[in-house]
């Protein structure tokens, strides 16, 4: 990619760590909501879709994998707009696609078109809206950024828990045309969160310092460095076996309780169990990782919260009636939120604020592939075994192994490259000391032969006394 000139935020600016900063945590407390629920409250309207066109489940279910592949491919494409750009711009545009693709969505005659609208523009319109606002918040926060992280994606659940009844509501009143129009107006809020992410000044500079500066920010679109971190390309890998099995409990967990025998409201009311858990722990995940001993060790408690999920998904696999699917969401709730309040916050910490805009969208664009072989690979086993235990066990294996990729990993390569460098940085500080001292001599010949020559040119003042203000009394 050409250089051009980046967002790449001031280097020379402090984080706020409030102020304009909560105005920011609030729009991507939106934003995070809006692009992680969406996809699963269009799903209410799935029945009314295949009484109208004539198709199956499956045809409708694809709505919410364009949506969540959107959301997770087209990171790297983010990333050169907001580097391009700026994040206030994107967001904006991206608000407006978001809303443009459900309001013609509405008026559509066909599955397909749907794809194209519901799945393709709005999923387009999210990405451009979430990746830009944790840019942000990256960039307002730092002692607190942990905090403001948990808080900041609190808002899937609690968008979750309110869109999901909102949608049955709009169907009940206006049918599936009524409600996707009204939810297209709802997306608008998006534009509204991104007028809200204002641009931190720089520090005001003399004339002299200011054409340095701005050569200093001039960046590559795409800056495919990162994988030059030995940290980031563990993170990555483990991020994206980690999304082949997180997903896929809260997809199979109320058809697990219907095999089980159980009521459509009763097993539906196990995700509401898992989503009102799921509120309380990532605020207070966010505020442990801010903690004083906990924040540089931030890694290794993310790699718990996994070996957590994974575990618990392992239990779960072992439940026979609802009272232990109950308790299974409840600790999947605990884990899950643990997971999402640390995963943008850990690779925040290992790439920095000036590589996070760049790297963020490669993480999630190997994520994308994960995502979309996770559920869909889990459906065909349980088709071939006809049993939900060994979807639940594989995915339990896949999250813990995830877990063991990047605390290893992280332990055995990371800690000893780093330090490398302060050896080196040693090394070369003992070589310039030597150097200093082998010119040490020339330089004390060179001033004593320019003493003699003052000296020499100086005439003689014998019995003179010499005033100066240095050796008057």
């Not at 269009?42 to 045809?59: M, T």
């Not at 000391?433 to 330089?443: C, G």
């Given at each position: 990619?050409?250089?051009?000139?980046?967002?790449?935020?001031?280097?020379?600016?402090?984080?706020?760590?409030?102020?304009?900063?909560?105005?920011?945590?609030?729009?991507?407390?939106?934003?995070?909501?809006?692009?992680?629920?969406?996809?699963?409250?269009?799903?209410?309207?799935?029945?009314?879709?295949?009484?109208?066109?004539?198709?199956?489940?499956?045809?409708?279910?694809?709505?919410?994998?364009?949506?969540?592949?959107?959301?997770?491919?087209?990171?790297?494409?983010?990333?050169?707009?907001?580097?391009?750009?700026?994040?206030?711009?994107?967001?904006?545009?991206?608000?407006?696609?978001?809303?443009?693709?459900?309001?013609?969505?509405?008026?559509?005659?066909?599955?397909?078109?749907?794809?194209?609208?519901?799945?393709?523009?709005?999923?387009?319109?999210?990405?451009?809206?979430?990746?830009?606002?944790?840019?942000?918040?990256?960039?307002?926060?730092?002692?607190?950024?942990?905090?403001?992280?948990?808080?900041?994606?609190?808002?899937?659940?609690?968008?979750?828990?309110?869109?999901?009844?909102?949608?049955?509501?709009?169907?009940?009143?206006?049918?599936?045309?009524?409600?996707?129009?009204?939810?297209?107006?709802m997306l608008l809020n998006c534009c509204v969160c991104g007028a809200l992410m204002r641009p931190l000044?720089?520090?005001?500079?003399?004339?002299?310092?200011?054409?340095?500066?701005?050569?200093?920010?001039?960046?590559?679109?795409?800056?495919?460095?990162?994988?030059?971190?030995?940290?980031?390309?563990?993170?990555?890998?483990?991020?994206?076996?980690?999304?082949?099995?997180?997903?896929?409990?809260?997809?199979?967990?109320?058809?697990?309780?219907?095999?089980?025998?159980?009521?459509?409201?009763?097993?539906?009311?196990?995700?509401?169990?898992?989503?009102?858990?799921?509120?309380?722990?990532?605020?207070?995940?966010?505020?442990?990782?801010?903690?004083?001993?906990?924040?540089?060790?931030?890694?290794?408690?993310?790699?718990?919260?996994?070996?957590?999920?994974?575990?618990?998904?392992?239990?779960?696999?072992?439940?026979?009636?609802?009272?232990?699917?109950?308790?299974?969401?409840?600790?999947?709730?605990?884990?899950?939120?643990?997971?999402?309040?640390?995963?943008?916050?850990?690779?925040?910490?290992?790439?920095?604020?000036?590589?996070?805009?760049?790297?963020?969208?490669?993480?999630?664009?190997?994520?994308?592939?994960?995502?979309?072989?996770?559920?869909?690979?889990?459906?065909?086993?349980?088709?071939?075994?006809?049993?939900?235990?060994?979807?639940?066990?594989?995915?339990?294996?896949?999250?813990?192994?995830?877990?063991?990729?990047?605390?290893?990993?992280?332990?055995?390569?990371?800690?000893?490259?780093?330090?490398?460098?302060?050896?080196?940085?040693?090394?070369?500080?003992?070589?310039?000391?030597?150097?200093?001292?082998?010119?040490?001599?020339?330089?004390?010949?060179?001033?004593?032969?320019?003493?003699?020559?003052?000296?020499?040119?100086?005439?003689?003042?014998?019995?003179?006394?010499?005033?100066?203000?240095?050796?008057?009394?």
């Amino acid at each position: 990619m050409g250089a051009v000139v980046a967002d790449d935020g001031p280097s020379g600016v402090k984080a706020p760590d409030g102020g304009w900063g909560w105005a920011v945590l609030f729009g991507c407390f939106i934003i995070t909501g809006f692009s992680y629920a969406f996809p699963k409250a269009v799903s209410v309207f799935f029945k009314e879709l295949i009484r109208e066109f004539g198709i199956g489940y499956s045809d409708t279910a694809w709505i919410s994998s364009i949506l969540l592949a959107m959301l997770y491919g087209t990171g790297p494409l983010c990333s050169v707009c907001v580097n391009r750009f700026g994040c206030r711009p994107v967001m904006l545009v991206g608000g407006l696609f978001a809303s443009m693709g459900m309001v013609i969505a509405s008026f559509c005659t066909s599955i397909v078109q749907i794809y194209l609208t519901a799945g393709v523009i709005t999923g387009l319109g999210l990405a451009l809206n979430f990746q830009p606002s944790l840019i942000m918040l990256n960039r307002y926060f730092d002692k607190r950024r942990p905090l403001a992280n948990g808080l900041s994606a609190a808002g899937s659940p609690v968008f979750l828990c309110a869109l999901s009844p909102l949608g049955q509501i709009l169907q009940h009143e206006y049918g599936w045309r009524g409600g996707f129009l009204i939810l297209g107006g709802m997306l608008l809020n998006c534009c509204v969160c991104g007028a809200l992410m204002r641009p931190l000044e720089p520090p005001k500079k003399s004339e002299a310092t200011k054409e340095p500066a701005e050569k200093k920010v001039k960046k590559k679109l795409l800056d495919f460095s990162v994988f030059k971190d030995g940290g980031f390309v563990i993170y990555t890998l483990a991020a994206s076996i980690m999304v082949l099995g997180l997903f896929v409990p809260p997809v199979f967990v109320v058809s697990y309780a219907k095999d089980l025998g159980y009521q459509d409201t009763k097993a539906a009311f196990l995700l509401t169990i898992l989503g009102f858990i799921d509120i309380f722990a990532r605020p207070i995940c966010g505020m442990v990782a801010g903690l004083k001993w906990v924040r540089p060790r931030c890694v290794y408690l993310f790699s718990f919260a996994m070996v957590f999920n994974g575990f618990t998904d392992l239990m779960g696999s072992m439940s026979v009636d609802y009272g232990g699917l109950v308790v299974f969401c409840i600790f999947f709730g605990i884990s899950y939120g643990m997971v999402g309040a640390l995963q943008f916050e850990v690779l925040m910490a290992i790439v920095g604020t000036q590589k996070f805009s760049s790297a963020i969208g490669l993480v999630l664009l190997a994520e994308a592939m994960a995502v979309l072989i996770g559920p869909p690979s889990a459906g065909k086993l349980l088709d071939a075994t006809g049993r939900y235990m060994f979807v639940f066990i594989i995915a339990g294996i896949e999250v813990t192994t995830s877990a063991l990729v990047l605390a290893l990993g992280n332990f055995f390569c990371i800690k000893k490259k780093s330090e490398e460098p302060h050896t080196k940085e040693a090394a070369a500080e003992r070589e310039e000391l030597n150097k200093s001292e082998d010119k040490n001599p020339d330089d004390a010949k060179v001033d004593s032969i320019e003493v003699e020559q003052f000296l020499k040119d100086e005439p003689e003042k014998n019995g003179e006394v010499v005033t100066n203000p240095e050796t008057c009394v």
